[in-house]
């Protein structure tokens, strides 16, 4: 199944959680922290303005950013979690 949003939203894929800190000590399941950023799995088409012209998209797909914390809703489509923000919840494009 594919998701495909609608006007400015974006479907983001989380990034694995880090099992080690940078000085090598393995985290337990309850001590990883969630990632800081996502890679962009589906971008939809763009907000449409009050003179019905379609603004672009600033992000693409695989691109990798950083949202707002508690931006969007997250959905789980088979094994896979997703989050889906409105571009305007993305922070940042990681490079």
Not at 3 to 30: C, F, Q, W, Y
């Amino acid at each position: 199944m594919n998701i495909k949003p609608l006007g400015d939203r974006v479907v983001l894929k989380a990034a694995e959680k880090e099992e080690t800190t940078a000085s090598g000590i393995i985290l337990t399941g309850n001590a990883q922290e969630k990632p800081q950023y996502s890679e962009v799995v589906a971008v939809g088409p763009g907000k449409v303005d009050d003179n019905g012209k379609t603004i672009p998209m600033n992000v693409s797909v695989g691109q990798k950013v950083i949202f707002q914390q508690y931006a969007g809703s997250t959905v789980k489509v088979g094994e896979e979690e997703y989050t889906i923000v409105s571009q305007d919840s993305i922070l940042a494009i990681v490079e």
